[in-house]
């Protein structure tokens, strides 16, 4: 993997205390947010393939936070325990990347 590809740890928390966690490439951006998202849907997609392997639809009544993080390059060379999507040591960085959208 390149010096130059940065990826994100995405971690959505809702209010039964529940969390999930993805890998993003880019992090959380507020100009993409409406006034008031009432949904948030976020597709895991295979990078081989570019078929989509999992699909999420919170709703932001139901949610308590949702975060990126950085990834340190320690995290991007090991498997993160919890996270959608492959750490390996293959170039190219993870094998699946989510995307995030509001509605």
Known sequence: MS???T???LT???TNGETEKFIVRDPL???RLSEHPRY???RVHVETTGSIRQVLMAAMSDVSYIRTSQLENKDIRQRVAGIAGSMGDEPGGPE???SLEFV
């Open 3 to 5: 010096n130059e590809e």
């Open 7 to 9: 990826f994100y740890r």
């Open 12 to 14: 959505i928390r809702f």
């Open 29 to 31: 951006d507020s100009h």
């Open 40 to 42: 948030a849907i976020v």
């Open 96 to 98: 699946e990347l989510a």
